[in-house]
Each structure stands twice: as structure tokens, then as C-alpha cells.
């Protein structure tokens, strides 16, 4: 059975998990924008997509890029979670993932790190 939670305590949650970046991370994070969705119309089951262009792979052509996006699929994550502590758990584990994804470790190393 799916956690019923609100639109603002999920977004809490988020920002709660974005805390957990350290700061010289955070102060790296460049030209991301964190989003809120219900879900991947593509794939439904999908918990978090990190779109752009990871900060390994900008050279002198990057500027004037749109913002990378990182979002977050509330429905998907509450739909595998059975109580609040396993949906704060897991939104910090996505989060961290996509966050992740702009530094550009890719999926192999986000498991081996515990971070799959």
C-alpha cells in the first residue's frame, strides 16, 4: 500500500535531501533546476530523471545552455513506500542519485557506491 502524503511535505522532503549535499558539492551545482512531478509519462515506474549536460562534459560551447533538470517523481516513489520514514529514505537516495548524475558518475558507479 502507497504512503498518501502532500504536495508540500514531499516538496519539504526534497529540499530536506538537498541539505544533505555537502556544501562544497552544493556550491558546485551549476545551472540545475530541481522539479516536482507526479510521474515520468514515458515510464511510469521511474523515480527521478536527471536531464542536461553533466559538468564533465561542458567545454567552451556550453553557455547559454537552458538549466539541467533534475526531477523528482512523487507518485512513483510513494507507490514503493509503505510508511513516511521509507519515502524520506528514499527521496534522499534519488535525489542524491540525479544530483549525482551532474557531477557525471554514471548508474554502475552510483550502485557500487550505494547509491543505485
Known sequence: MSVSMSADRFEELVGDALDLIPPELARAIDNVVVLIEPRNPEDPHLL?????????????????????????????????????????????????????????????????????
Do not use: K
Open 48 to 116: 527521478g530523471l536527471y536531464h542536461g549536460i553533466a559538468l564533465t562534459e561542458r567545454d567552451s560551447h556550453y553557455g547559454g545552455a537552458l538549466p539541467d533538470t533534475v526531477t523528482i517523481y512523487r507518485d512513483a516513489i510513494l507507490d514503493i513506500c509503505t510508511e513516511e520514514a521509507e519515502v524520506v529514505e528514499e527521496v534522499a537516495i534519488t535525489v542524491i542519485h540525479e544530483i549525482a548524475h551532474h557531477f557525471g558518475i554514471d548508474d554502475e558507479r552510483l550502485h557500487q557506491l550505494g547509491w543505485g
